[in-house]
């Protein structure tokens, strides 16, 4: 197409004067309607574990939840690698949460989080408290444990049967929440690979376009998730 | 030392819903509107924008559009003899912040309350005598009643946009409506939203049992729209988004795309986002304010704003807080009951029931924050207090709002919270259960109020509030009363199984799970300046060029979600400037 | 052979006195079409409407600069021309200029030392305003524009098309008569026509997009009688709509719509983009209601297979129960296959996947709101560069009195690869009875190079 000698062309001009900012503000990439080939989990370098916490998330994420039965497992979603960056973020960090003094940890739970330590901290120092627990009542390392112990193990610290100090009470229940929330998270988050747990139970992801199927009522809705970057299932 | 900008005719405090109608009501008056917002400027685009708002662990677990408890929270504790402690991150309640505030990631659940609600005091005296009135509960009038506010809820329902289908037009019953609602004087401005399955269940099974259900009124519009400022919604498409979300398709009624377009076209109307007000400056003849100062986080420094009109548009903790820290108004003091500032916080009460089918898909996902069908048969008009012994009321609703997974995947009774068994009844019950729930009432007492707390502090150096509050036995009795009405009408659905979950005898507030944010009272109004902060047209009673919006100034909480009420009081306090504060500026009671 | 060569040489000797006659003679300005009084004054505000309505900002303002004070670039193929500094600043804008240095800016195209302006400045089409309006400009643009110091980088075109004396040929070629007379005795007989007439032809300068262009690159057209004025031109890749055929906008829509749409950007059927965007906030959105109806008439009235219906067709629809109820109802082949959802195409999925939140699976989105696909003239477009454009980097509908709102779409060039947006815009070209040709990844790619406006 050939403009008019001259003639202005506002849009042109605004191609010129945008178009360096935009290159460098906008990833102009070719998004994929597949989940990219990663490293496997073992190759995978976390950021913010050490190699003995790293043992221990692959394998307590493996415990809950499993790769056996119906349904893709944490270890295929690669839940440990949301962990860890979720760890070395601003969730890890307590970056938005009111973190001033004075503390009361043993506080009554219902007045909610009072521990000085960020989630990262908790994470930190409590595997060892729970490893050494694990040691002493089963004999080994958390995961050097059958399954069977293994679910014991995390049953005893889900009930508060594991000692742990007050200010690291919250542990498994940050274990808990941070891994469902690596199984259902966008995969731009590094859980969730493949939208493998959407398509599990049915959840159609970044969509958010139901508006044709609003009086379909009881009827399996049949598309298949979209996650925010466009990956397609 | 504080920077000093030149005066304004007007400075508003917070730039959400009724900051955004003050600035648009009375810089159409061609004053000089300055709002000053603490958080972020927020726009549909790009700030809500498709696909990247779909973000559940951003925006609906990490609370992005939500104000940090690192810049600005409260401490609790239970009762008078505890020790408040902080509430560090967020659970039970989640106040906004930013350009929009709680207005654009709300649900849009848009209610009126009932004629009884605005006169509670007198009408449960009349009605049943004081003496079922318990001790140490503090209820009082409104000091205005619903006459007298119903063209402003009119008003604010064509600015917002409203889905809804009326059930009484100035008294006549409508049909498909709700019977028990006031009387309105016209027609919801949209038809009804469209409801899920739930929903439909929900309304076959309640119309069976001789209930009214009816479409619950909805900020989310049903088709397109253009509000009297020529502002514009779209249709929503049930995204599942809504709350803790900003809308991406123009269809939640919220100041950025009901009023914030059209008032930045106005020359005489101007706002900084990033500016915190520390203190609202009083005169020294503490008759009146002179403007106020606010931390501006740009320019890093203090500025003193002079105004001749101070409207306090906040979160409703927020005016509470301001108006203590301000030495504005007689703190309230729960061992004598003297003082107002503070008095008469309150909650919410909710709960609900869990219905599970073997043999239905309710596809959850298909939501959005103000689908489905109510029912108002055992509402606060409707409740014979003496007799079921609590004061209060709840409606009650089926009707899906989200399926996201990680905040919504309930599982039946019984189903362990990890492994195996949680993995494999995930993936076959997501979608296979509904819920019918309550949003009830919640009393004033004695013992439920804000104050400052004697130890923690903001990052201004600033005493944070201190909230005492715990449940009382008569919003327990209610709840139970409607726990079982709900589970009536469940078990006449045949579900394979049911869980319910409400609050009962010896229950204490957890500030863990998410609840409500229906944070009410601390400024309330009321009819004499002895009980009450503000008088019947949000005018401070000490300082007549003050005027403090919001839900902090109910007296007790209603048994609906607020944010009707909050916009038509706002309406109803600009008219009243407009029309006869202005010309004449003095204490208009 | 010496017969020839002397023929030619004549002929060169004709030829370079010609040329130095060009070069040499100074341009004979235009003389006033109409006598106004010694005191004739402007009537408050006109000259400020005209301006607005000539859209004088939209080339000597700068985005984000100082009233009319100029250097705003145009990208031309022969090089990039700084706009002039059209403030009353004695040193760097015009207020040395006569009444007659400014008129003769408008109407030959010639800047007060008599050089040649590029025809980017649009004179073909002002040369036919009337004294009024240049008297009311030029008091304007003399008395209440705020005069601003702002020297303007010299525009270098490289050679030839710095020989401005060029444009003195291409002048003689397409200037017309001075003064503007309805060219048709319908227009004439009717003062409403007229002045539609007057607005689109001379002030808005619509022809300069809407038209097409001839050979020697000039407007095809100038009024109603010419066959091809306003039959659709083309700009930067983008189509500017055929505004007279039976399919146009001005035939299909109500009155009351293609006044929505002119004056608020949008309306029940689709929205301003581009170009149009930015004549819409800049000048459009002000019109008085009488000559937004009297250009409107006009649109209306100069069909080419004569004038629109009184009764447009249909407006829009919008079913009574709301748009689930409107998108239920729906039964065309393309709604019936999205609403069922199963064994889609690429192209489907990718509408459902990032479309259909907003402009729905009957494609009809709603109202003033979403603009509706079937049928849309940038959807459909011979040019494919405004849908790829919009789809890659999102429009905004411009904040207007009538409608405030900067509704905006969002891009999606993060989102979707170069054959995504191929296979989603050949799709949409064939939907809901779209019959427009297929879209390429190659043509995709071109566009994602030049991100506009929507992108910053």
Redesign the interface.
């Known amino acids: ?19 360096s ?3 460098t503000s ?8 597949k989940a990219a080939e990663l490293p496997s989990l073992d190759a995978y370098k976390p950021v913010y574990f050490d190699a003995a916490e790293w043992s221990f998330i692959l394998a307590a994420c493996a ?4 790769s ?4 893709p ?1 944490a270890i295929e979603t690669r839940v440990p690698v949301f962990i860890d960056l979720q760890l070395a973020g ?2 890890g960090k ?7 003094g ?1 503390h ?1 940890p043993d ?8 521990s000085p330590l960020t989630p990262a901290e908790i994470y930190r120092k409590a595997i060892p408290v729970f490893q050494d627990w694990c040691k002493t009542t089963h004999g080994d390392a958390f995961e050097k444990l059958d399954p069977e112990t293994q ?1 014991a193990a ?1 049953t005893s610290l ?1 009930k508060g049967e594991v000692k742990l100090a007050p200010e690291l009470r919250d542990f498994f229940s940050f274990l ?1 929440q941070n ?3 690596g199984y ?3 995969p731009m ?1 590094g859980g969730n690979h493949g939208m493998q ?2 398509v ?24 298949g998730p ?1 996650s ?3 990956e ?1 299932a | 030392m504080a920077r000093q900008d030149p005066k304004k005719d007007v400075v508003v405090i917070g730039l959400g819903w009724t900051g955004s109608i003050m600035s648009m009501e009375l810089a159409q008056e061609g004053l000089e509107v300055l709002a000053l917002e603490r958080g972020d400027d927020r726009n549909t685009v790009p700030d809500f924008q498709y696909p990247n708002i779909i973000d559940e662990l951003k925006y609906g677990i990490r609370y992005e559009l939500m104000q940090k408890p690192r810049k600005s929270t409260l401490t609790i504790r239970h009762g008078l003899d505890d020790t408040a402690l902080p509430y560090r991150h967020l659970g039970s309640f989640l106040p906004g912040d930013g350009v929009g505030g709680a207005g654009a990631h709300w649900n849009g659940q848009n209610w009126r309350p009932q004629e009884p609600e605005y006169r509670l005091r007198s009408y449960v005296e009349e009605t049943f005598g004081a003496d079922i009135i318990p001790e140490g509960m503090t209820i009082q009038d409104w000091g205005v009643t619903y006459e007298e506010l119903e063209p402003y809820f009119d008003q604010f329902e064509k600015v917002a946009g409203i889905s809804g289908k009326a059930g009484n037009l100035n008294g006549e019953i409508i049909e498909g409506g709700n019977p028990f609602e006031a009387p309105r004087s016209s027609e919801y401005p949209m038809p009804p939203l469209p409801h899920t399955y739930d929903a439909d269940l929900f309304s076959k099974a309640a119309k069976a049992k001789g209930l009214h259900p009816f479409p619950r009124p909805s900020a989310n519009a049903s088709e397109a729209y253009t509000n009297p400022y020529g502002m514009q919604l779209g249709p929503c498409n049930f995204c599942g988004f809504c709350e803790r979300f900003g809308c991406l398709n123009y269809s939640k009624s919220s100041p950025q795309v009901c009023i914030l377009d059209a008032l930045k076209r106005k020359p005489n109307f101007s706002y900084k986002t990033n500016s915190e007000v520390l203190k609202i400056e009083k005169a020294d003849d503490g008759k009146t304010v002179t403007g106020v100062t606010y931390f501006d986080e740009k320019a890093n420094e203090e500025v003193f704003q002079p105004a001749d009109l101070v409207l306090l548009c906040a979160y409703s903790l927020h005016n509470v807080h301001l108006l203590l820290l301000s030495g504005i108004g007689q703190p309230y003091d729960p061992a004598t009951g003297e003082g107002v500032v503070g008095k008469n916080y309150a909650y919410q009460m909710t709960g609900g029931t869990r219905l599970y089918f073997k043999d239905k898909q309710f596809n959850p996902f298909i939501g959005t924050g103000s689908n489905g069908i109510s029912i108002d048969d055992y509402s606060i008009s409707q409740i014979d207090f003496a007799k079921e012994g609590f004061i209060g009321g709840s409606y009650i609703t089926a009707g899906q709002t989200n399926g996201r997974p990680i905040q919504s995947m309930p599982l039946p009774p019984g189903t362990p919270k990890w492994g195996k068994a949680w993995k494999e009844a995930a993936g076959e019950w997501y979608g296979r259960s509904m819920a019918i729930g309550s949003h009830g009432s919640n009393m004033s007492y004695r013992d439920c109020y804000l104050d400052l707390d004697p130890t923690y502090t903001d990052r201004h150096g600033r005493p944070l509030m201190r909230m005492t509050f715990n449940w009382k036995q008569n919003d327990i009795r209610m709840t139970q009363f409607m726990k079982a009405r709900i589970e009536e009408i469940a078990q006449s659905m045949n579900p394979d199984m049911i869980a319910s979950g409400y609050k009962k005898e010896g229950s204490q507030y957890d500030v863990r799970p998410y609840q409500s944010t229906h944070n009410v009272g601390g400024a309330i109004m009321g009819a004499e300046r002895k009980t009450s902060v503000l008088n019947k047209y949000l005018q401070h009673w000490d300082c007549h060029n003050l005027f403090v919006m919001g839900a902090s100034a109910y007296p007790q909480n209603i048994q609906y979600n607020p944010t009707g009420a909050l916009g038509g009081l706002a309406y109803w306090s600009a008219a009243a400037i407009r029309k006869d504060y202005l010309a004449n500026p003095r204490p208009l009671v | 052979m010496k017969t020839l060569f002397r023929i030619v040489a004549v002929l060169v000797v004709i030829g370079l006195a010609a040329l130095a006659a060009i070069i040499f003679v100074p341009v004979q300005r235009t003389e006033p079409t109409e006598k106004l009084a010694a005191d004739w004054k402007a009537p408050e505000g006109l000259g400020k409407y005209d301006a607005r309505m000539a859209d004088c900002a939209a080339c000597h303002t700068e985005p984000g600069g100082k009233p009319f004070a100029g250097g705003r670039t145009i990208e031309s193929p022969m090089g990039d021309i700084y706009t002039p500094n059209i403030t009353p600043d004695k040193e760097t804008g015009i207020g040395t200029w006569s009444l007659a240095d400014f008129r003769a800016a408008l109407v030959d195209g010639v800047d007060d030392e008599g050089h040649h302006l590029y025809p980017a400045m649009p004179y073909e089409n002002y040369r036919h305003m009337s004294e009024t309006d240049i008297r009311a400009m030029y008091d304007y643009f003399m008395h209440d524009v705020e005069p601003v110091k702002n020297e303007v980088a010299q525009t270098k075109l490289p050679f030839p098309f710095n020989q401005r004396w060029g444009i003195r040929l291409w002048n003689w070629v397409t200037l017309g008569k001075p003064g503007f007379k309805p060219a048709s005795e319908k227009i004439a007989g009717d003062e409403q026509l007229s002045r539609g007439a007057y607005l689109v032809q001379v002030l808005g300068h619509c022809g300069s997009c809407h038209s097409p262009r001839n050979a020697v690159m000039a407007q095809d057209g100038s009024n109603e009688t010419d066959a091809k004025f306003l039959t659709g031109g083309a700009i930067g890749g983008w189509s500017a709509p055929d505004l007279r055929g039976p399919k146009s906008a001005p035939q299909q829509w109500s009155a009351d719509e293609l006044k929505m749409y002119l004056t608020a950007g949008r309306n029940a059927h689709s929205a301003v983009a581009g170009e149009m965007k930015l004549a819409v906030e800049e000048s459009l959105q002000y019109m008085s209601e009488k000559d937004a109806d009297a250009m409107v008439a006009y649109l209306r009235a100069i069909g080419t297979d004569g004038p629109a219906p009184a009764e447009a067709p249909a407006k829009r629809d919008q079913n009574p129960a709301g748009t689930v109820a409107r998108i239920d109802a729906a039964d065309d082949a393309t709604t019936v296959k999205l609403k069922k959802a199963v064994d889609l195409t690429e192209g489907e999925r990718l509408y459902i996947d990032n479309c259909g939140a907003c402009h729905f699976a009957d494609g009809r989105g709603a109202p003033e709101v979403f603009p509706s696909l079937p049928g849309n003239a940038a959807v459909v477009a011979k040019e494919t560069g405004g849908l790829i454009h919009t789809i890659l980097y999102g429009a905004e509908m411009p904040s207007t009195s009538k409608r405030p709102m900067k509704l905006r779409m969002p891009g999606f060039a993060p989102r979707l690869s170069d054959d995504d947006v191929a296979k989603l815009a050949t799709f949409l070209r064939g939907a809901w009875g779209n019959e427009a040709g297929p879209v390429t990844a190659a043509e995709v790619a071109k566009e994602r190079k030049t991100p506009t406006e929507a992108s910053h």
């Open positions: 197409m050939v403009d008019l000698p001259g003639r202005p062309s506002r849009r042109s001009f605004l191609k010129a004067t945008v178009a900012a935009a290159v906008i990833p102009i990439g070719m998004p994929h309607a415990r809950l939840i499993p056996d039965g119906e349904g497992g601003d969730f307590a970056a938005d949460w009111y973190m001033e004075p009361t506080a009554n739970p219902l007045l909610g989080f009072q679910d995390l889900e808990l891994t469902k929330e259902f998270a966008d988050y747990a959407w599990h139970v049915g959840f159609p992801g970044a969509r958010g376009s139901y508006t044709e199927w609003v009086h379909n009522y009881n009827a399996e809705y049949p598309l979209v925010i970057s466009g397609r």
